[in-house]
């Protein structure tokens, strides 16, 4: 009998252990395709930091700015505008090609001297400073850029210059010794990488199934198999866990969370997300043209009643364009935005607001309480007295010339305010390309002094010169940083590391564990 | 008989056309996908490069007759969103949405002719009333409520059946009661009623006098007249069901169907994938009616005889 009972307990040891070393997520958006070089999305990000790995790697346990190796093992400037970087030894993709300066010369010219459209569109707003890369021996290479660098890591760390394989790139469609786009269109279908976890089923818009790799280069990953489900309905999310159908689910609205933690099997962890939902202002709309319309708009909004009531106080509001992962360029001393409904109505009564109607877009859905949000606005702008309305709808109005006022989102793309405010209101950046934001030369002279300078000091006093002119003549109102959820069953410890972009489901060695009871 | 199946053919061959040329003007209809594929934030030159690379900016009549040309491939175009062929995207869909559909439509025939006969027969006994009120309140709940309720009590609180997809033979039990409730809570109805007008005819009373054993006066004589109305009824519901009735509840399950894709689709503008999922479901639309025309002549030796003179 005591036999008996030791083998089923071995047994039943046993079968969690195998358990433990897989899991599923329920997920509110699965990918339609797998490419880390054409996406941006926050769909898209959840996916890549499993499966592929930059050049240089980034500590993101940490808020603070620590590079560390990663593909590159080693890199110094051999004169301002040139890095040389020392590839590790010894990488092999998911598919067994062995990774050399081919593959990296392959992946980073794919996006510095792109031709496929999606690809010229990601690089043009982050990367036209890189010139290109050249091989110098099997394991070393050469970056070069026009203009001196200030943000060589960062720039080196993106989820758009991650390394993906020459060959088999190249060998997708057509002809296997030329790269086609026919190439790259099949590659997001089938993605390979170098990563801890090689992508072995992919069905768009469904399912993403990881595998552990073998042969990875670094720290083992803690799981043999993790799957990404296609859950839509929050509700389904949610017992799909207690099912123990999933272990992780993501996207749970605030009101879910209370319902969550009263169950003692499950929690939740959030973090306020390094993304900004703002509000923009079209600048060239006839009734908005004077800026203090504009002033008065954004002081009428009480952002951290929005916090209270929407977001249970979880989200976080700025005082300027500003994200504590910017690490030294954080600056949270600058004041540009405030609520101060005595100036909004003087302002309103100086310009000669006439009281017609100001429209406020929205999607239905898009963004968590986004039309909430839309609601409330519009009923604080009625208490300075303007006339707002809530327009709802599908369709993104934000390059429309009949566009007053709408949501959107700044989400950080990489940790600098270039990878926020610097790629969304650049000088002929997308707000300016969509008419609702106007630069002029002054602008671009401090948006340059932004970018190119060297010294972090510099830099930071360009930023507040561009806060400033922000200020008086604004374009765009940061609302919060949004509170994201996840939840999970009680014996898995996961949550989202601080140093990430948005949304990264990271399951590397050290990022997710589980009890062992 | 065979006359009219080639009748039957041609005639849905020719909706099939009309349905095609309808389906790609009223899809354009609600809006352009540049403005949903391309995104959002968006310089003009690079909005350009993609509206070019993608092919948007070609005129609709070209679009309309590249998308009669795409049927001859077989791949039906290219998803814009996915980018690869729409036949292999909507084919991955169509068999889990098909074995949803077949247990459902297999649920409501074994649950609802029974019951209906049962109605009929005993319908001045409470066994009558009792159906009657269980089809009046299956008919009243919509099947989404029906889902979620499901979900709450045998998922959320007692944990016995799974939600997430169409992995095991469990996994089919709710979503297949979800669809067929009202269903069944019809078809019980029309069964009950159709008997009804037999039960009274002469000629069971004839059958009855011939001594013929109950059960087969009641099934053979007594079904077998009803059927051309229950079958009718089938298809309506069958085709209605094929057509959007399980968006909902594919939604819920998180069931990898056709009508999840049908709704994502048009949601983001993916106009091939949608065009071509429309086109799928209304070919089973017109799939499903012509096999109930085709029964009706079967079931029914009146028909059969007066399509041959």
Not at chain 1, 8 to 27: F, K, M, P, R, W
Not at chain 2, 121 to 133: C, E, P, T
Request: hydrophobic share 45%; net charge negative.
């Amino acid at each position: 009998m005591l036999r008996l009972l030791l083998s089923t307990a071995l047994a039943a040891g046993v079968a969690s252990g195998a358990c433990a070393q897989e899991i599923t997520v329920g997920a509110a958006n699965v990918s339609s395709y797998l490419d880390p070089g054409r996406d941006h999305s926050n769909v898209g990000s959840q996916f890549y930091y499993n499966s592929f790995d930059t050049l240089i790697g980034k500590n993101h346990d940490t808020l603070d700015t620590e590079w560390i190796p990663a593909l590159a093992t080693k890199w110094e400037l051999v004169d301002p505008k040139t890095m040389e970087l020392k590839l590790r030894d010894g990488v092999t993709f998911h598919n067994g090609e062995v990774m050399n300066a081919d593959d990296v010369v392959f992946s980073l010219n794919r996006m510095y001297q792109a031709d496929f459209p999606p690809y010229v569109v990601r690089s043009r707003d982050r990367l036209s400073n890189f010139v290109k890369v050249e091989k110098v021996d099997d394991l070393t290479v050469r970056i070069m850029v026009e203009r001196e660098e200030p943000l060589w890591e960062t720039l080196l760390n993106l989820q758009q210059v991650m390394i993906i394989p020459e060959d088999y790139t190249k060998g997708l469609t057509g002809d296997p010794k030329v790269v086609e786009h026919d190439d790259f269109e099949a590659f997001s279908l089938a993605p390979v990488g170098t990563g801890p976890y090689r992508v072995s089923e992919f069905v768009p818009g469904e399912r993403v199934v990881y595998e552990r790799f073998d042969d990875f280069w670094g720290d083992k990953a803690p799981l043999a198999k993790a799957t990404v489900q296609h859950i839509p309905e929050t509700a389904s999310r949610v017992t799909a866990l207690k099912t123990g159908e999933a272990q992780i689910v993501t996207n749970i609205a605030p009101d879910q969370l209370s319902l969550i933690e009263s169950d003692q099997n499950l929690r939740t962890v959030g973090s306020a997300t390094p993304l900004f939902h703002v509000m923009i202002m079209n600048v060239n709309h006839p009734k908005l043209r004077d800026p203090r319309i504009r002033q008065a708009l954004s002081l009428a909004i009480d952002r951290d009643t929005l916090n209270e009531a929407l977001w249970l106080g979880k989200a976080v509001v700025p005082s300027t364009h500003t994200l504590k992962e910017y690490g030294d360029l954080y600056m949270p001393e600058l004041k540009t935005f405030e609520y101060n409904p005595e100036e909004a109505r003087a302002l309103l009564k100086e310009a000669g607001y006439d009281g017609s109607e100001i429209t406020f877009d929205t999607h239905p859905t898009y963004y968590t309480n986004g039309m909430l949000a839309a609601q409330a606005i519009t009923e604080m702008w009625k208490e300075v007295g303007v006339n707002g309305r809530v327009n709802i709808a599908e369709k993104w109005s934000g390059r429309a010339p009949e566009m007053m006022t709408r949501n959107w989102s700044n989400p950080m793309y990489f940790a600098d305010p270039f990878g926020s405010f610097g790629v969304m209101w650049a000088p002929n950046g997308p707000s300016e390309g969509e008419g609702r934001f106007n630069t002029d030369a002054g602008y671009a002279e401090i948006w340059e002094r932004f970018r190119f300078s060297k010294d972090v000091a510099a830099r930071k006093l360009a930023y507040g010169e561009l806060m400033e002119r922000i200020k008086q003549d604004p374009p765009v109102l940061p609302l919060y940083r949004p509170f994201e959820s996840w939840a999970m069953r009680k014996d898995v410890t996961w949550a989202p590391k601080p140093g990430h972009i948005p949304y990264v489901l990271d399951f590397r060695a050290g990022a997710i564990s589980f009890a062992s009871n | 008989m065979l006359s009219y199946a080639l009748r039957t053919l041609i005639r849905m061959v020719l909706t099939f056309f009309v349905i095609v040329t309808i389906v790609f003007f009223a899809t354009r209809l609600s809006g352009n996908a540049i403005d949903f594929v391309i995104g959002e934030g968006m310089t003009s030159d690079d909005r350009d490069l993609l509206i070019t690379y993608y092919e948007l900016d070609r005129p609709v009549l070209s679009q309309y007759f590249a998308f009669l040309r795409s049927f001859t491939d077989g791949q039906f175009g290219l998803s814009f969103i996915e980018r690869r062929p729409v036949a292999e995207i909507v084919m991955e869909r169509i068999w889990p949405s098909t074995q949803l559909l077949l247990s459902a439509v297999g649920l409501t025939l074994l649950v609802s002719i029974p019951l209906g006969i049962a109605a009929a027969i005993w319908r001045k006994s409470w066994i009558g009333s009792a159906v009657m009120v269980m089809a009046f309140l299956g008919y009243a709940v919509p099947n989404f409520v029906l889902a979620t309720l499901m979900v709450l009590v045998f998922s959320y609180w007692l944990n016995w059946l799974p939600v997430v997809g169409n992995g095991t033979a469990l996994h089919f039990i709710m979503p297949t009661v979800a669809l067929s409730g009202g269903l069944i809570a019809a078809l019980t109805r029309f069964t009950r009623n159709a008997m009804l007008d037999v039960l009274g005819q002469d000629f069971m009373r004839t059958a009855r006098a011939k001594g013929l054993p109950e059960h087969t006066v009641i099934v053979k004589h007594g079904l077998r007249n009803a059927g051309i109305t229950i079958l009718s009824v089938i298809g309506l519901q069958v085709a209605g069901l094929a057509a959007s009735g399980s968006v909902v509840i594919e939604a819920i399950f998180a069931w990898p169907g056709i009508g999840d894709l049908l709704v994502t689709s048009a949601l983001r503008r993916d106009y091939p994938v949608l065009q071509f999922g429309v086109l799928t479901v209304a070919l089973a639309v017109i799939v499903i009616n012509a096999v109930i025309d085709l029964a009706y002549a079967w079931a029914d030796p009146r028909l059969r005889h007066t399509l041959k003179g």
